[in-house]
């Protein structure tokens, strides 16, 4: 997707028209001064017409030069004057828009646009989204700080159940409480992960300090090396942090947990400390991606990877069902596939839902696995990233051209998408891959 170019506007001057008597003294004695000295005998100099020595005269009757300052305007004409850019009531966000850029764009002020649209310096904007840029911004959040101190008085803080799809800045507008407080009574930050099944404060009460109170005890845990276990990841930690409370080496768990320095955490999640037998995590956490389907269980690793992906989605703003429909369809007319064919997909996939994730790691609506999805880069010629939703849809409508281009027909081509174009090759279609084709193709005249 590119951004929009700005267009080169020429501006058309208007046409000032002025009598020869309006033309200043200085320049009518250059042109004076421009005949020759004497006469050439060719060719003949004109004379001066008779209109223009009258100004002449007119002229040299004058006191001076100077035009006078009352008749020179002190503001630039309306006329000529640059058109401001009309503001629409809404606008959709695009690749690398910012909500300040976007309010000096249709010079607007930026803390108006987040108070019209419920967000905060911190809430993250995705492509796609549609934001209001006219309106009357909601009063509620603004007169919400001025009772805040009061639930210090009281002895126990309010929490709300994070649910797939929030964000802290969403709880706080629910709750009709400024997003620092969220921060402040909850430990966290604006790049804090939540996830589904966490408690989050939203009311202060007795307990608002209590986040301060681990602090204290905790650079006691590295002189107690740990060997064996696991470790429940909380808001703020990162691997090395963990490595050294704990006194073991970073690599060590890194490499009990299959991980490596990138890899996203987040508070909840279950770390094997090395010397520990399993990778499994602990009894009493529930995982957000099961490590089974459909008769077919995945290796700890691989659901690991899946479920910090989910949970890192769901942590995130996505697209809604209706809006991935669009980015698919209108990435399959830029790739030169049939949109039918890849909106079948994409239904039959993940029902359009952007936060999807199988046990086989397979990402968001085009459910494509890690692996296919450095092919779609390949394909494509850049690195695309699975959890954002262009890139997503990029990558699985990349390889469905890929797939239909190489294939001998459109039913090995739908084949290879679900069982793998070597499988097929080899073993031909098995008979839950003959259903999905049919599947597909069902579904790709209903978007015909």
């Known amino acids: 997707m590119t951004t929009p170019r700005s267009t080169k506007r020429t501006m058309s001057m208007p046409v000032i028209a002025a009598t020869t008597a309006a033309l200043p003294a200085v320049v009518l004695s250059s042109l004076a001064l421009a005949q020759p000295a004497t006469a050439a005998p060719t060719p003949q100099p004109r004379k001066i017409p008779a209109t223009l020595a009258a100004a002449i005269k007119a002229q040299a009757a004058q006191t001076g030069n100077v035009i006078p300052a009352q008749a020179v305007a002190s503001t630039i004409p309306a006329g000529l004057r640059p058109l401001a850019p009309s503001v629409p009531d ?13 309010a000096r764009r249709f010079n607007l002020d930026t803390n108006d646009v987040l108070r019209l649209n419920n967000l905060s310096a911190t809430t993250l904007i995705f492509p796609g989204q549609t934001i209001k840029l006219t309106g009357t911004a909601p009063k509620a959040p603004e007169a919400a700080p001025a009772p805040a101190p009061a639930p210090a008085a009281t002895t126990n803080a309010t929490t709300y159940t994070v649910v797939p799809g929030d964000t802290l800045s969403g709880i706080a507008a629910k709750h009709g409480v400024p997003l620092s407080s969220i921060f402040s009574w909850n430990n966290l930050n604006g790049s804090s992960i939540i996830y589904p ?75 094997t400390v090395p010397g520990s037998s399993s990778l ?169």
């Open 90 to 102: 809404t606008y959709k966000i695009v690749r690398g828009d910012t909500i300040s850029a976007i």
């Open 197 to 271: 099944g966490q408690k989050i404060k939203v009311s202060g009460g007795s307990t608002a300090q209590a986040p301060a109170a681990p602090t204290a005890p905790a650079p006691a845990a590295p002189a107690q090396p740990v060997s064996g276990g696991s470790y429940t990841i909380k808001a703020g930690d990162t691997l090395s942090a963990i490595a050294s409370r704990l006194g073991v080496s970073l690599s060590a768990l890194m490499s009990a947990n299959n991980v490596t320095a990138t890899t996203v955490i987040y508070p909840g999640q279950k770390l």
């Open 280 to 448: 499994q995590p602990a009894s009493g956490t529930t995982p957000l991606v099961p490590s089974s389907f459909l008769g077919f269980t995945y290796p700890p690793a691989v659901v690991n990877s899946a479920n910090e992906n989910k949970a890192l989605l769901n942590a995130s703003p996505v697209p809604s069902r209706a809006e991935m429909k669009t980015i698919v369809a209108d990435t399959a007319r830029r790739l030169g596939v049939s949109p039918s064919l890849a909106l079948a997909f994409a239904e039959q996939e993940s029902g359009f839902d952007q936060r999807a994730v199988s046990p086989a790691n397979a990402i968001g609506t085009m459910q494509v696995i890690p692996s296919s999805g450095q092919w779609a880069s390949d394909l494509v010629g850049r690195k695309l990233n699975l959890l954002d939703p262009y890139d997503n849809a990029t990558a699985g409508v990349a390889i469905i051209r890929a797939l239909v281009a190489t294939s001998k027909d459109l039913d090995t081509a739908i084949a290879g998408y679900y069982q793998g174009q070597y499988s097929v090759s080899k073993y031909g279609m098995y008979d839950d891959t003959k259903r999905y084709v049919e599947s597909i193709k069902a579904r790709q005249r209903t978007f015909s």
